[in-house]
């Protein structure tokens, strides 16, 4: 795959420190949801630096969306946070990847598990499903801070309310919203048991988010009976 020159077009902020990228891409090749890109950039000296993000929207022509959020002390990130600006340029390789995809041809049952960010390509997915006018029941478990650190939050209530089919359950660990049932807690047993598919439907399942919560998740899904085959993973953790 060949760098490819893109700009940046539009920026929406999603929390206090994740914001979306809209990149023109010009001859982009179009993209699976789940797939990710490498984005470079370089400074005036010639110094680079890229670094892997997840595509956050299906294929729409030669625009592409990526949600960034800024890591403490991170080298790429805090700029493109902070001080990206449209119109400034940026390099793209990609698209990336061909395991942990979603098509809107594929009819099984889906179970969405993510961590923080993870939410990213996972959002593609439930995007694309909308767009194709798929049928496929989804279901997201959506493991999280705090209610300020829900990605895509307005728009996830929107579908939850438009979009039949799909049903979508919160687990917030340090800080829950009024009147949410429970205290926080990080995802355990009876939450995938609870919001997730049985495994007598043979779901396809996808989990996306920091290493550890990828493995713990993955490790109850299989004890619950779920086909390991069955279960795709996306982890992320610090650069280096």
């Known amino acids: 795959m060949r760098w490819q020159p893109a700009r940046l077009v539009h920026r929406r902020v999603e929390t206090p420190t994740a914001h979306t990228l809209v990149l023109q891409v010009p001859g982009w090749p179009a993209h699976v949801p789940g797939q990710h890109v490498d984005l470079r950039l370089t400074a005036s000296d010639g110094y680079q630096a890229a670094r892997s993000y997840s595509l956050a929207a299906p294929a729409d022509g030669d625009r592409i969306e990526v949600t960034v959020q800024r890591v403490p002390d991170g080298e790429v990130s805090p700029f493109l946070v902070d001080g990206y600006r449209e119109g400034d340029p940026i390099e793209v390789r990609g698209p990336i990847g061909g395991w942990f995809v979603w098509r809107p041809t594929q009819t099984d049952p889906v179970l969405l598990v993510a961590g923080g960010s993870g939410l990213v390509p996972l959002m593609a997915m439930i995007r694309a499903r909308r767009a194709a006018g798929s049928r496929t029941p989804f279901r997201l478990i959506y493991s999280v801070r705090t209610p300020t650190d829900v990605f895509y939050a307005d728009e996830l209530r929107r579908r939850v309310?438009?979009?039949?089919?799909?049903?979508?359950?919160?687990?917030?660990?340090?800080?829950?919203?009024?009147?949410?049932?429970?205290?926080?807690?990080?995802?355990?047993?009876?939450?995938?048991?609870?919001?997730?598919?049985?495994?007598?439907?043979?779901?396809?399942?996808?989990?996306?988010?920091?290493?550890?919560?990828?493995?713990?998740?993955?490790?109850?899904?299989?004890?619950?009976?779920?086909?390991?085959?069955?279960?795709?993973?996306?982890?992320?953790?610090?650069?280096?």
Not at 166 to 190: C, F, K, N, Q, S
Not at 200 to 227: A, Q, R, W
């Open 161 to 240: 309310r438009d979009d039949a089919g799909l049903d979508i359950a919160y687990v917030y660990t340090r800080e829950a919203p009024d009147g949410w049932a429970g205290e926080p807690h990080r995802l355990g047993l009876a939450d995938v048991n609870t919001h997730g598919w049985p495994p007598e439907l043979t779901p396809l399942i996808y989990v996306c988010g920091p290493t550890g919560f990828v493995e713990t998740v993955s490790d109850l899904l299989v004890g619950l009976g779920h086909p390991a085959r069955r279960v795709r993973t996306e982890r992320f953790g610090p650069t280096g």
